[in-house]
Structures are given as structure tokens and as C-alpha cells.
């Protein structure tokens, strides 16, 4: 714990950023979250102003407090809508940050964050003993998602359904890649995710066969672990920082041009909160992320615009797909038309736009764990409008976001299926 003069201090700069904040409400009409429960301590408004009397609310009712902050999907939604330019998702990761750093992090949180994620060694046996044992709980659905359920666990994880563990995740399949850079070609490393390297391995194996076809040399180290959103989400600096430190060690080995992730988070992290957290570790590991996040770049904003990926002429009786814009690429990254130009790329699918395609589907990492039925409530909004466009196909740019349209889809029988861009462009290549 921090003592109190360092909180103070910390809480008299947060004052300093939200000293912008007109009370105008424009947050309120683009939060999810206040969309679903219409309580004014939801929306961004709400919170900044507990933040502006934080000390006070600390000393009353500290839990209470962090489990207002904790109701947020950390979309940006607000900070993207808000007229005076607020940084408010800075404000928001510092006030957690604050928060976990008076009442102390969680032993479970503690284990996760600074043991098993810093470790990927440690990191990767538990998951494949996961992976290994999960039959013993999980069922299959029988929906058109591929999803899994635990009624078992339904007490502890909600009822949730989502995709099984990978019978061997990515870096098992492939080990450690480092493929010679081509004559005037380029290198590239895959920082694949979490969620790519344990989950959706046909996803991220769609992405090595798409830089493949186009000739880019791969650098994929087998010991990446997680990128620290998770962490640094939960308050907890010292675990985000040990697993960039992790990841930070595993890509210094190789020279490359761009460092490439199909999940908008990763890439958020590695451009944004990679240099600006590095500034708590030293100067050589700042100098280290300031170059990698000038590298850093979505996949399809890759393909697009270095590659040359472009739209294609369309088939006939092509399959109609829809699209929903991940809040992390579209309002961190400002990606938008790149996704659908990979999506046009592939002749087979005719894309049509959904209702507010940009609105979040309610996953928001954690607040989907600690919130599930709320974050439940959120993705039904989405599943409507993907449903409303009449697609037989939903493709995002994010893997959490396809862990929560298969989890909504399914829970309502839908025939949609749920695919990653890339993954849609892959099909098109032989």
C-alpha cells in the first residue's frame, strides 16, 4: 500500500485532469453501460465526479468505490464523444490505480497478474493443463458458434458460452519462428495474444497463411505472454509491468520492421501504454517501447496499406457479412476502413453495416468476469443489430469481441457465425 502523502499527490493530479469536464452529458448518450442500467454513477460524468471527491469517498466506503470504477467497460466511448477533449480513460486507469494501490490487490489477482502472466513458461503449462482437463467440466453447446458451456460452474463463471481452450495453442504448434527476411522484403513480428495463442488458433493461423502468401518473414517467439491489459485495467502497474518487461525481453532478440497483433487491445497496449508505463522502469526500457510502438500496427491496417490488400470484384450469390467495430481499434487506433477493405478483398462476402457498428458489445475484458450479466445485457444490444442485417456472418478485429458476439449469439440460437477480418481474407487465398 501507498502511504497517504503519495496518494494525495496522486489525487491532486487527477484533479488537474478532469478539471475540464463540462458537466455537459454528451458521455451519457454513447455509454453502454449507463445505456443499460440508466444510473448516472455509470456514465462518465458519474465517475468524474466520485474521482473529483475520491479522498473523502476513499476514507468512507473505499469497496464502494472501487466497485463503482469497476463498472465501466473501459471503451472509451466518452472520451472519444467528450467535446473539451478530457482524457478520460486516463483518468480512469489512474483513479483505479489509486484505488488498488490504498485497499491493496487480491492474492488470486497478485498470483495472476505478477506470477503466472509475468512467467510464460508458467503461463503456457497452466493453460495446457487446462486445455487437457477442461473436459471434465465444459459441454459443447451444439450451436453454430462452436461454444462450450459449464453448468457445473455456472455459480462461479455465470452461464456463460464461450470457445474451448485450443487442444495445442499456436506457439505449441509452431514453436519459436524466425524466418529469414526475403530479398528487399519484409520482417514482421506476431505478437498473436492471449486469446490467439490459446484460443482462436485458427484465427491467428489465418494470419501467418495471409503473410506467407504475401512473402513477409515471420519473428514469433514461443515465450510472449500476455500484454498487461488485464492488469493495468485492474490497477495493478507492477504486474502490467512485469509482463511488458517479459514480452519486452522474448522481442528484443530480432530486428524486424513492424510488430503486427489481430487484436485491437494488444496493439492499443504496445503503441500506447507500453512507452507511457515504461517511464516507471528506466530509460533504456523507455527507449525500447518508444521504438516498438512506432512499429506497432493492426493486421489490417497492415495488409491495407503496406501490402496493398484491396477490395475485390463481387461474386455472385456472395454470403453477406456484417461488421462490428472493436471499441480499441476504432476509438484508440481510429481504424476503421481497413477491416472492411480486407473483408471486400475476398469475393465470397457482400458486407452490410449494421445498426451503430461502432457501439461496444459489452465484453470490456474483466467487467465481462466481475459483470457478467450486466456485460450480458450490453452484448443483447449488439446480437439484435447483428441479427436486424440479416448476415450470415460477423467478423470483428478482436478477438474479446468475438468471444462476446459467440457468447450472445449463442445463448439466442442465432446461425450467425463469427470470424476475424483476416480470417475472411485468408478463405480467399490459395
Known sequence: ????????????????????????????????????????????????????????????????????????????????????????????????????????????????????????????????????????FFRKTGEPQGTVCAPMLNSLLGDRHIRSLAKKSLHDIHGAIDEPRPADGLKVAFFPGCMGDKIYVEMTEACLKVLHHHKAAVFMPDNLTCCGLPALVSGDTEGMLSQMQANLTALSKVDFDYILTPCASCTTTIKEYWPRYAERASAAVKSQTDALAAKAMDINVFLVQKLKVAAAEKASGAKTVTYHDSCHLK??????????????????????????????????GSFNLFHYEFSRKIGQRKRDNVVASGAQVVASGCPACMMQLEDVLSHNNDPVQVKHTVELYAESLR
Open 331 to 364: 476509438k484508440s487506433l481510429g481504424v476503421t476502413a481497413e477491416p472492411r477493405t480486407l473483408i471486400a478483398a475476398n469475393p465470397q462476402y457482400a458486407l452490410k453495416e449494421m445498426a451503430e457498428a461502432d457501439r461496444c458489445c459489452g465484453c470490456g
Open 1 to 136: 500500500m501507498k502511504t497517504l502523502h503519495e496518494l494525495a499527490q496522486r489525487l491532486m493530479k487527477l484533479d488537474d485532469k478532469i478539471i475540464g469536464c463540462m458537466k455537459c452529458g454528451l458521455c451519457q448518450a454513447v455509454c453502454p453501460t449507463y445505456g443499460a442500467s440508466g444510473m448516472e454513477a455509470d456514465v462518465a460524468r458519474g465517475k468524474l465526479a466520485l474521482i473529483d471527491n475520491l479522498a473523502h469517498e476513499m476514507i468512507r466506503d473505499p469497496e464502494a468505490v472501487q466497485d463503482k470504477l469497476g463498472r465501466c467497460l473501459m471503451c472509451g466511448s466518452c472520451q472519444a464523444a467528450c467535446p473539451p477533449g478530457v482524457k478520460i480513460m486516463d483518468v480512469f486507469f489512474e483513479a483505479r490505480e489509486v484505488v488498488t494501490s490504498y485497499l491493496g490487490l487480491s492474492s488470486i489477482k497478485k498470483l495472476v497478474f505478477r506470477t503466472i502472466l509475468a512467467k510464460p513458461q508458467l503461463f503456457n503449462l497452466s493453460m495446457r493443463i487446462g486445455a487437457l482437463t477442461q473436459g471434465l
